[in-house]
Structure formats: C-alpha cells, structure tokens
C-alpha cells in the first residue's frame, strides 16, 4: 500500500503546488462504504504530501518552519447527533445503521466546504468515537 500512498500523493503535489495561493484550495474527496479505508488512505496521503511539500514549495523558506499544507477533514465529524437518531422514527435501525446518507448532516458539510473555498479557511467538526458523537469546530482548515 505505501506505493500507491506515495503515487497519490505525488500525483496531488504538482496542483498543490499551482495553488499555493492561499486564496485557492484543492480539495480531494474520497467515496467509499463504511469500513472500506477511506480515513487510512486520506491520512497516510495527506502525511506524505506534508513531509514532501517543503521540498517541492516554490516559496521556501529556510528560516520559517513548513506549516502543513494539507489537512484530512473527515466526513465523520457530520455524522447526526445520537440525540438526532434517537428522535428518528426507528431509533434502533437509526444507530444501527449510523453511516448510512440519512444519517448524515449533508447541508452542515456543504456549508464547511462553500465556506472553506470563500473564506479560505474553516472550523470544523471531529468525530470523537469513545462518546460517540461529533466535536464542533474541532478541526481547523487554515489559510496555507
């Protein structure tokens, strides 16, 4: 797996580099069932362009430490609250089936996102799993 870890990370780091911008963003989005990788394989992606990107950077700087210059948001942190499910319908299949589309917040996602790509950086949510439920504002996209 590191091989195709590394190839999608050198694949991404050419466009990273055109939009160093801080103004412009690339984002990547990854689709899959639960349970199918997708959180390994944005974590261990993203890990590489980091340690990689202070090499490739047009503008380098010795002086000044490398911030990352990709960050994982996972789609967890829009999963509904258990309060939500459990003011479903059927509450049992609700958590249950916790992951499934309906079980998600799409328009909390697609509003972090319209906001990331106008604002060009974002607070968004985590997902703790010993509580079970999303963390707000846990993860910050920044402007780099």
Not at 61 to 88: C, K, N, T, W
Request: glycine share 6%; net charge negative; hydrophobic share 40%.
């Amino acid at each position: 797996m590191d091989e195709v870890y590394d190839s999608l990370a050198q694949r991404l780091l050419p466009t990273a580099a055109v939009t160093s911008n801080p103004n412009l963003k690339y984002i990547v989005g990854l689709a899959g069932p639960p349970g199918a990788g997708k959180s390994t394989v944005a974590n261990e992606v993203v890990r590489r362009i980091n340690m990689i990107w202070p090499q490739k950077s047009p503008s380098k700087d010795e002086q000044v430490g490398s911030p990352d210059v990709a960050i994982v948001l996972p789609m967890d942190g829009f999963h509904l609250y258990r309060s939500q499910l459990d003011a479903m319908e059927d509450p049992k299949e609700a958590h249950a089936r916790r992951g499934a589309p309906w079980t998600f917040d799409p328009a909390s996602l697609l509003k972090c996102l319209q906001t990331l790509r106008s604002q060009g950086s974002v607070c968004a949510p985590s997902f703790d799993h010993g509580i079970g439920d999303p963390i707000e504002d846990d993860i910050f996209v920044s402007l780099q």
